[in-house]
């Protein structure tokens, strides 16, 4: 059974469209259960009632045609239930609807399972049978394990607009849901960035010249021939027979009365020659994939080798220059920063890719530069999206092409007014953050690029509460040196003087790797990240503290901050190599004064240690974005549990309180340098809480700065204080927004009002 279910996933999986993927299922269904009809009913919630989608056994003209209301008949009545209705005799049970047109009069028994997504009814999967008889129960468990399959499928049909109004075939807009990379709106078109030899990130195109595409596609058969036979007369007399005749099959499958007819027969179908490639290879791994033998699903993976190499070398000679529209979304499985790097920067409106985190560092760039940015998007697909019109909603995370007039215009008008808002905030550059009574606090930026250095201080800001020191080591294929991290840091620090900058030793581990320090484990975020990694390489932290203390020779405006600290003996062990490595830089005759240093609060530990730690160093910063993702067991990365990562929640504003109140006892400051920080309304709460600095990325701080001086610092305590009382995150947020609106601060809110 396992084995037929598995048949079934892959066949659907690889269907071109919902409409064949549900005749498939319905088909394959009918045949594994032995039964004699198999339908598929889905909710139309615009009416709503559940259309017959497709069915094996019932009348061909009655799809798509006939209905039921949610509460009509035993399809209705699955869907209120939530749970599969087994009956021997449809006939008898009371709510049985009899429907002439799909010719089910023959058929007594009846299974109805509900398709269920998230908690939602989508739709129900039903068998019936002449004979009346209760299904069994290991029949049920498999209609229920085929429904939880098509669950899927269906809510990704539903979310993309590929199923649109069931009753009709009019274009719909397509919203493909994702991560919230970057802030903002961009309204552009599509260009697909797509690395050397992956295959599956090859966009489709017309052969300008089919001719010189045959021969290009030739030509690189010919080189992939030739280093097949170097690689098989390498490997004579270290591999077995069996092994060496693999070089003959792969020289067999290049042939031209092979694989290699096939290639040219679809460039001369107008492909050009990557195209052709990708569409053959695709189709024969599906193949094989779907075959019963072990051996022959294996060879799946020669061809897939096998298209590779022939596409690397496609793409050494037939790189094409991408042409960028004025207004280019950038489009990609993963994109990196040197790929982001290579496009130019006046074009780039806005960036989705695939795959990819919040904490990239892409992502982080995205932010840096004010480009908007939804990452990890599912089921976006991108050969489709290439050259068409996109929107990118950095603000929900989404994606949405086929976009209505309506809805574009919509867009158009957030897009407009968050340039007005920009545009009138920069007077406020040189202003302090000041509450209208008098009570100030600073505004600092988060950086890690030289590109941050002008915004930050184009936008008034007071110095850097986070510089993230490990993006220079994750554009190298190799640890910086000292002399190169000291560069690197005297023009974070001489920019920002006499502001102060603090930096954060290597934080990696969790969902930031370096590419020649790789760190494998079942769950990195509970792993081996943060001070716990340079802990055990005290080599990697002494060279960047002696780094960061000879950066600020002459400037005294470094501060060091550690992250990921969890216990009291790890600020310690850190402080004491940090000591050492200040005393090794004064004896090479550097003035240096020790700098502060300070630890992160960014996990469930550390909040409950606060005045400990802050008895042990000068000052203490919280890291909201991992604080909250530990508190709430959310990772917002995740698309499954993303929705319930909320900064407001009742238990992140308590530990946020308690930290404040463990560093007023200890006398020491506290600031703020995760997201909260950046958000007019969480910002307000954390000033009314205590906290002294609140550091953000660059595009948040005027809308920050605009909210304090707007507000007395005794509103924000009267709201800070009512919603410590409340006991839901989700009422609290809406309560924090309301009372904003009414104080005259809704125009810095306007992304939680305008986006739809």
Known sequence: MLDTLRRIVQEVNSAPDLRTALDLMARRVRDAMGTEVCSIYLLDSTEPRYVLMASEGLKKEAIGRVSLGVAEGLIGQVGLREEPINLEDAFSHPKFLYLAETGEDPFHAFLGVPVMHHGRVLGVLVVQQRDARRFDQSEEAFLVTISAQLSAVVA???????????????????????????????????????????LSG???REAEDIEAEVSLLETALMRVRSDVRALGERAKGRLGPEEQALFEVYLRMLDRQALGGEFIAKIREGHWAQGALRIVIEEHIGNFEMMDDAYLRERAADVRDLGRRVLAELQSRNRREIQFAERSILLGEEITTTMLMEVPQERIVGIASS???????????????????????????????????????????????????????QFEEIIAEELDLLAGLEKLREQPAETEDGVRIQVQVNTGLMTDISRSLERGAEGVGLY?????????????????????????????????VTMRTLDIGGDKSLPYFPIKEENPFLGWRGIRVTLDHPEIFMVQVRAMLRASEGLDNLRIMLPMVTSVFEAEEAQHLIHRA???VRDEGADVAMPPVGVMIEVPAAVYQARALAQRVDFLSVGTNDLTQYLLAVDRNNRQVAGLYNSYHPAVLHALMHIVEAAREENKPVSVCGEMAGEPGSALMLMAMGFQALSMNASNLLKVKAAIRRIKITFARKLLNEVLAMDNGEVIAAYVDLQLEKAGLGDLLQHRRAVL
């Not at 993006?471 to 006499?498: G, H, K, N, T």
Request: with cysteine; charged share 20%.
């Open 202 to 204: 090859v966009p489709d």
């Open 355 to 409: 795959h990819g985190s919040r904490n990239s560092h892409m992502a982080i760039v995205a932010r840096a530069m004010g480009i908007p940015t939804v990452v990890g998007v599912q089921g976006l697909p991108l050969k489709q999206m290439d050259g068409k019109e996109l929107i990118v909603d950095g603000f929900r995370g989404r994606v949405i092409s086929n976009a209505t007039p309506e809805l574009k215009h």
């Open 156 to 198: 990704h049909a539903r979310a993309t607009g590929a199923l649109g109004n069931l009753d009709t075939n009019e274009p719909t807009a397509r919203f493909f849901d994702g991560v919230a990379g970057a802030a903002g709106a961009a309204i552009g078109t599509g260009v697909l960035l797509f690395p050397p030899a992956d």
């Open 468 to 500: 993230r020191t490990e993006i220079p080591f994750m554009v190298r294929d190799r640890f910086p040196s000292e002399e190169e991290q000291c560069r690197i840091y005297r023009e974070q620090l001489q920019a920002f003087a006499p502001y102060p």
């Open 582 to 584: 200040w005393l090794e």
